[in-house]
């Protein structure tokens, strides 16, 4: 009896962590089926414990893969975005501007492909799921005069948020998309008395 009640227990268990990887990749390989006979019961235990083990190194395998692809794609996407970003704004003394639906991942991989393009201070915001994300990067030849912590301290609150960093490179959030085009304002005003 002992021994029956360990094995549905454990049946119990092992179906909780089907359902989570099942969660996870759809169309993974249905779990053997629990034989509830006192005889058979712990070898259904050790079976369906086998094939969990599978299915977890499958499901880690291809969550590894996505991630890679997600990844790939991230970097496509903000090398086409900077790309046209540093055309744009090759001859202007700062880069300020909002990259409609960015998240702060996407800000951050297209700040560190335009960084290299050109030495300006660059202030990228975007907004995602009703959140702002900010991204300030100056170069460090700069920072004597204008910081990107301190764009980041200065403009995050405007947007509902707060953020930090280095001199060089800061981030931030917020949760007021509507008050972007004033956050990007100040920034512009900011950089323009450093200039004049």
């Known amino acids: 009896d002992e021994v029956l009640k360990w094995a549905e227990h454990e049946a119990a268990r092992q179906q909780e962590k089907f359902e989570m990887l099942s969660r996870k990749k759809s169309g993974i390989t249905a779990l053997p089926n629990f034989a509830k006979s ?5 070898q259904s235990i050790e079976a369906r414990a086998t094939h969990l083990k599978q299915l977890e190194t499958e499901v880690r395998d291809w969550e590894k893969h996505q991630a890679k692809a997600a990844e790939a794609e991230l970097r496509n996407q903000a090398a086409t975005i900077a790309n046209e970003l540093a055309a744009s704004h090759s001859k202007a003394s700062s880069c300020i501007t909002e990259v409609p639906d960015a998240d702060g991942a996407l800000l951050q991989a297209i700040a560190d492909v335009l960084k290299s393009r050109i ?9 995602s799921n009703g959140r ?3 991204v300030a990067v100056v170069p460090k030849a700069l920072t004597n005069t204008i910081r990107a912590n301190e764009i980041i301290q200065q403009i995050a609150p405007i947007v509902g948020g707060k953020g930090g960093g280095r001199p060089e490179s800061a981030r931030g959030a917020g949760n007021d998309p509507s008050r972007i085009r004033e956050a990007l304002a100040h920034v512009r005003a900011m950089v323009g008395a ?3």
Request: proline letters at 5%; aromatic letters at 0%.
């Open 132 to 134: 702002v994300d900010l």
């Open 38 to 42: 006192e005889g058979d019961a712990v």
């Open 119 to 127: 030495r300006v201070p660059i202030l990228l915001a975007g907004t």
């Open 194 to 196: 450093l200039e004049s």
